[in-house]
């Protein structure tokens, strides 16, 4: 089961892609083209 987390507006969600990817933030790293295909393959399956 996914892990369910609390957002800052008070709903509630499943933790996803950008969540990780604001967790590692430390890296100052900005989002590679294979994390952006990705993500778009994910929304893409969710519609």
Do not use: V
């Amino acid at each position: 089961m996914k892990e369910m987390i609390k957002r800052k507006n008070g709903s509630t969600s499943q933790r996803g892609l950008w969540d990780n990817i604001r967790a590692n933030k430390g890296s100052g790293k900005k989002p590679t083209k294979a994390m952006l295909a990705e993500e778009k393959k994910i929304k893409s399956k969710k519609k």
